[in-house]
């Protein structure tokens, strides 16, 4: 009988003794049952941003490791021409082939930014380029192999496909796959003696067009990621794609976690150069690469398991990857909670925990795609730590295990606590699945039409680290039944978030003004978190609503009165900022408001009666179709004529004031180009027409102008539907500054008094 070590061996060791095992002839081949590599860019951000987060340990630790999960070989002799170690991937060519692209990426990295040590004194400039050589050669080692005999040595990529053949003479090797022509054409550009080479270009197109651009495409991800991470791009970057971390700063590289990564610096001999590489300049970005790249070879951890033959290893893959995700966070957490209360002599079953987390697995086994569970679980994880303890925690999946794991464990000190933080967890779950639903704000018994259209405005504005502080009393509504003051909390919020983003124009550290609410004792009682030791005393609305006044009257927003926040807003370009605001504060003016009959263009609700045909700020018309974008009424960029050049002169941001803009069906605006305003007008005058009659007049005079309504336009003026919203432009004969000025405070005008009663009682 086979002993164990005869059927598999398994190693746990870094990326760099990974891919040079076997004593450095080891070749990966992916059989052809295999896919393509076609990992996502959630799934490389995932990775890099768990590498980034690992790296970024360093400064609280001595050491940290980054483990990326298991590769499950076979060790074969099918390469008849290869004289290495060949072995087959069964499980994780995703994962390993992504690892050798970021190998590449960083190569390629550090080659681009060698100029940048020129900002070193002599000593420190000598050691970060040879550095710079070492690490250069150590990722082309991990990139190719070496195959040496007496008469030859000869290099072969460390990953090819079934199709590929490999061999130490290169006039014998034939590669076809994608991956295996980019690493070799890769290392062939970057082994000239030159550490300073031009941008690598791949040519190569062996297999199929879309394989091809999609490995190409996923490399420029991955180098845009460590731009990111290194701190090469701007980190008050807006872009989507950006990971989720912190750039770690210049000073933290005297530290001795980190100078532990440079083996040509000596410490106790080489303080000055430690002390000339942590000072700021722009070599700190090259130092960060090199670090970084070493971080990835020699920290970065991977389980390397070999089975002795195919069938040994699909028995371990099957073992190992049951559903082909990595547990969340939240899953990995309820062994520790059914530990500690069986530890607590009371068990697991029909304790007051179990209801709570069938209550979390019944909302999450709602979500059908492995992805999106996980994407959810992470968002979860984020709002609960705000809501728990007022806590930021990052998409990063080991720090939210860290967090839920050391929250409960450590910092939770009795049972009656333990319970309150899983029945907390259980609450943003299921207030993030009734109120905060993937698909949308959904209509439930248990939200007022107020607060539906509040919790689609915050939605849309982006800012969900509102989320803890509403379902806080959400949470009290759901056991003691005060609706009310649900609906009261989130209009005060909501009207919060109009008011400071107004003034500010852009989110202007918002982020960190919810967290402070969340996590920090106020003059008016407990912070909004839950609490970990203690249960904190909820806010009463009327407390709330004085804590968010306060909030606005501090020096740098300044509003306590009408006629602060509108000599602040006036000037503030929203239509170029968040559309979402310009929105919200058209259609909070709009309500129950007409046409002012002394002043075109203006609105007023003097001597008006409430109506439902002039009721604008709900949910139905925020979703509405019909006032579905923002468009600007003068176009956005000068058209050199046929405006009023006051529009695009001394004030720079007149255009983008919230009286420029207009809600209109679709991208309908953009239609009409840089039309004038008296042609333009008649696409407005079309769009108000009170009967059949006045609309084909009007479409009539634009078919004669030689304007083009849209087809979408002209299917909604045949069903009879009349832009009230758009009545007040009808009978403006002038579109210039002043009136965009008066419209401006005209609208913030019927804004605030909308709004006013939402935030002060």
């Not at 890769?186 to 000239?192: G, L």
């Not at 005297?254 to 440079?262: A, D, E, M, V, Y």
């Not at 106790?268 to 700190?284: F, K, L, Q």
Request: aromatic share 8%; net charge neutral.
């Amino acid at each position: 009988m086979l002993g164990v070590g005869d059927i598999f061996v398994a190693k746990v060791e870094s990326l760099w003794d990974t891919l040079n095992c076997h004593g450095g002839t080891v070749g990966f081949r992916i059989p052809e049952y295999q896919r393509t590599y076609d990992w996502s860019e959630e799934r490389i951000s995932r990775l890099l941003e768990d590498c980034a987060n690992g790296f970024g340990q360093l400064r609280k630790t001595k050491e940290s490791y980054t483990f990326l999960g298991t590769l499950i070989l076979v060790r074969e002799k099918s390469e008849t021409t290869f004289d290495g170690d060949s072995v087959a991937v069964v499980d994780g060519q995703q994962r390993l082939t992504t690892l050798l692209l970021t190998c590449c990426a960083l190569v390629e990295k550090i080659s681009a930014n060698l100029g940048l040590a020129e900002n070193l004194h002599a000593d420190a400039k000598d050691v970060i380029i040879r550095e710079a050589e070492r690490h250069i050669g150590q990722l082309c080692r991990c990139i190719v192999g070496e195959l040496r005999s007496f008469q030859q040595t000869g290099r072969y990529p460390r990953i090819i496909r079934h199709q590929d053949k490999r061999a130490a003479d290169k006039t014998k090797a034939h590669y076809k796959s994608t991956i295996a022509n980019f690493l070799t054409d890769f290392t062939d550009h970057y082994s000239s003696a030159s550490l300073v080479r031009p941008e690598f270009s791949f040519q190569h197109r062996r297999d199929d067009d879309a394989t091809s651009k999609r490995l190409v495409e996923n490399y420029d991800f991955i180098k845009r990621q460590i731009a990111h991470i290194v701190g090469l791009t701007a980190q008050k970057t807006n872009s989507d794609e950006a990971p989720d971390y912190e750039v770690v700063p210049c000073q933290d590289f005297k530290l001795k976690s980190f100078t532990n990564l440079l083996p040509k610096i000596r410490r106790g001999r080489n303080e000055r150069v430690v002390a000339n590489i942590s000072r700021e300049g722009p070599s700190n970005q090259l130092t960060r690469l090199i670090l970084f790249a070493s971080y990835i070879s020699q920290c970065v951890v991977l389980t390397r398991v070999e089975a002795r033959n195919q069938d040994y290893a699909f028995d371990i893959f099957d073992a190992l990857n049951t559903t082909g995700e990595p547990l969340t966070a939240i899953e990995t957490f309820k062994p520790l909670v059914i530990q500690s209360e069986q530890t607590g002599g009371r068990g697991y079953t029909g304790w007051t925990s179990e209801p709570e987390f069938s209550e979390i697995e019944g909302v999450f086994g709602k979500i059908l795609k492995p992805a999106d569970r996980q994407s959810e679980a992470r968002e979860t994880v984020i709002s609960f730590a705000l809501y728990a303890s007022g806590e930021k925690v990052s998409k990063d999946l080991r720090g939210q295990r860290r967090y839920l794991r050391r929250s409960y464990d450590r910092r939770c000190e009795t049972a009656q606590s333990k319970q309150r933080f899983v029945k907390s967890l259980s609450e943003m779950t299921q207030f993030r699945d009734e109120c905060w639903s993937r698909e949308g704000i959904r209509q439930t018994p248990s939200l007022e039409p107020d607060t539906r259209l509040c919790l689609q405005v915050i939605r849309d504005m982006n800012s969900s680290l509102v989320l803890p502080a509403i379902a806080r009393y959400w949470a009290i509504e759901r056991s003691q039944g005060n609706e009310k003051d649900v609906t009261n909390a989130v209009r005060a919020l909501t009207a919060f978030l109009i008011l400071r983003r107004s003034v500010t124009g852009s989110t202007g550290g918002i982020d960190g003004v919810f967290r402070a609410i969340m996590k920090e004792r106020s003059s008016y009682g407990d912070p909004l978190c839950c609490g970990l030791q203690s249960e904190n005393q909820l806010l009463s609305v009327s407390e709330l609503r004085a804590y968010l006044r306060g909030l606005l009257a501090v020096r740098q927003i300044g509003v306590t009165t009408k006629e602060e926040w509108i000599q602040s807003a006036k000037d503030i370009p929203i239509g170029r900022h968040t559309s979402p605001l310009a929105k919200f504060l058209i259609l909070a003016a709009s309500q129950y408001a007409k046409p002012d009959p002394n002043y075109p263009g203006l609105l007023t609700r003097e001597d008006f009666r409430e109506s439902e045909e002039q009721e604008y700020l709900t949910y139905a018309k925020w979703i509405s179709a019909e006032y579905k974008t923002i468009e600007h009424v003068a176009p956005s960029t000068n058209p050199g004529q046929g405006w009023d050049p006051d529009i695009y002169g001394r004030q720079r941001f007149t255009r983008d004031t919230v009286g420029n803009l207009a809600l209109l069906p679709q991208k309908e605006n953009a239609s009409l180009g840089n039309s004038p305003w008296k042609r333009k007008r008649l696409f407005y005058l079309a769009l108000t027409a009170p009967d059949s009659a006045e609309q084909e007049h009007w479409l009539h005079e634009a078919d004669a102008a030689g304007l083009e309504f849209p087809k979408t336009t002209r299917t909604l003026l045949k069903k009879g539907r009349r832009l009230h919203l758009l009545d007040p432009l009808r009978e403006v004969e002038e579109w210039d500054e002043k009136l965009i000025r008066a419209r401006t405070e005209n609208i913030l005008s019927l804004a605030w008094d909308t709004i006013k009663p939402w935030l002060w009682d």
